[in-house]
């Protein structure tokens, strides 16, 4: 059965594998530690047993939240993992005002989660994303009341 928790900084090698295994460019052990040393910054791991199946990191500043990164290992994705995560994520934060995160224009699947979740897009960041090819992909962000995810869920 996969679980959800809340994880602290001593699983930090643990994360930085997982996004590794999600993003081509995924943070590094120190890039991963920087991230999690944050102010306001929790992290959510879920795990197959001894298996880590995805993770989800996310940043509380005020009244307002930040989703900072989602990703689910390719052997768990099409489960619900990813939409499980990024609940998780506003369920710490049920007070915020908002949720935000920002997303590559080029990521079908994470457009068609956001998007079936409720979030809506708020605004667009021309050419933010350098891919490691060089090439330039716009950022669209995206955003929702914590309190909505819960009524689509
Ligand atoms: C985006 C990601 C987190 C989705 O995780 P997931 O566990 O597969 O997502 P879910 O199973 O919760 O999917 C929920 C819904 O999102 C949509 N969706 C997810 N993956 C999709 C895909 N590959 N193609 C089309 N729709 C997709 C579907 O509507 C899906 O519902 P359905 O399976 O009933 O059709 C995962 O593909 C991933 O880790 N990608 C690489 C990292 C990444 O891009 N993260 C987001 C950065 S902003």
Redesign the pocket.
Known sequence: MIELRVVDRAYGVVLSELHRE??PDGWGVASMDEVLRSPGVYAILAADGEAAA?LALGRRVADEAE?L??????A??????????VRAVASVVPLARKLH????AD????L???R?MGFEQVGRRKDYYRRLDGRLVDALTFAIEPRKIAAVA
């Open positions: 999600c993003f995805g989703l990164t989602v990703g689910v290992a390719p768990f994705r099409r489960r619900g993992l990813g939409f499980a995560l995160l920002e997303v590559a990521n079908p699947p994470a068609t989660l956001y079936m």
